[in-house]
């Protein structure tokens, strides 16, 4: 599908401009670097699952979530363990990705659209993993206290944008962060981060910057 009636792109942060966990056994790389066994392992997942929504939008801190592993579990974290040191140091670039972003960016508007944790965002530039991009907007869960794929953080994107839904693409790795956008007439690309440069490829397409 093209789109030349697009003027504002959302991008989603974890593997579409960066790559995070996605596809990956980084998961279990950190948890065996945490000297975890299997129940423990089964219990941080279930932990973390619980309180993921409440670490996307600051109703918790990543401390307070190491509090509550350590008060439910028996796992014993090392001293000032940080969970989101953790991730960031795991996650790497998504080579590519800048080229594309800076093409499309001659033309069009491009925001970030992103579920975060508190402070992982800066964590992540300070890494130097991010691509050389001025964003024009970044919507960061954190910090607006909405996330995907709650509809409230799709219409106040929209409502920032002060544009049409006809004018909107939003590109993101998981389809169910896509269907509330596509539920507001956005244009959609689900990014496959097993195949960057295809997607990348696609990307450019829809814009008709390439033919």
Known sequence: MKVNHIEFIYFDLWWVVIQDFSGTNKWDEMLFDLWLDTQWKEDFRRIFNQNVDGLSTWDIESWELIWILEKET?????KYYNLIDDFVMRFEENKGIEE????IQKTH??????NMYPWMFWK??????LPDIVWDIIIDSSEVKMKKPYDG????????????W??????????ENLVPASKLWWSTILYNPEKPEESNT?????LW???
Do not use: G
Not at 153 to 163: C, F, G, N, P, R
Not at 202 to 206: H, R, T, V, Y
């Open 124 to 129: 992540i530039k300070a890494k130097w993993i």
């Open 209 to 211: 910057i390439i033919h």
């Open 100 to 103: 594309v972003i800076k093409e």
């Open 153 to 164: 953080i799709y219409t106040y994107a929209e409502k920032l944008s002060w544009k049409k």
């Open 166 to 175: 006809d004018q909107l693409l939003f590109i993101d790795n998981l389809e």
């Open 109 to 114: 508007k491009v925001w970030l659209l992103t």
């Open 74 to 78: 028996a796992i014993a974290f090392p």
């Open 202 to 206: 696609k990307i450019l397409e829809s």
